[in-house]
């Protein structure tokens, strides 16, 4: 990975502060994790993470990776985005 790049992602994770990184921690720690995972694990009600996990999309932060169906619901499943994961690889 070139190093612009780490560069630029190290900025973006140093910019992200308090509840989006609370949640992103979350996220990285687990992998692969659900909504209502993220607001099981932080012990915060699910419309206190949902916002944070759109500003994190929307960042380019995580990406929806999946779906768990495991509760007879279709739940996305969040990681990592990609380039992240990759970058994460590199440092």
Known sequence: MHS???DAYNQMVDSIKGKRREVLNVV???KRVTRQDIARIMG???NEVTGR???L???GAI???GVDTSSGRSRAVLG???ETAQLDLQL
């Open 80 to 82: 990592l985005s990609f």
């Open 57 to 59: 999309l929307e960042m």
């Open 44 to 46: 915060k009600p699910i």
């Open 28 to 30: 990285i720690r687990n």
């Open 63 to 65: 990406d929806e990776v």
């Open 53 to 55: 996990v759109k500003e």
């Open 4 to 6: 612009n790049s780490i």
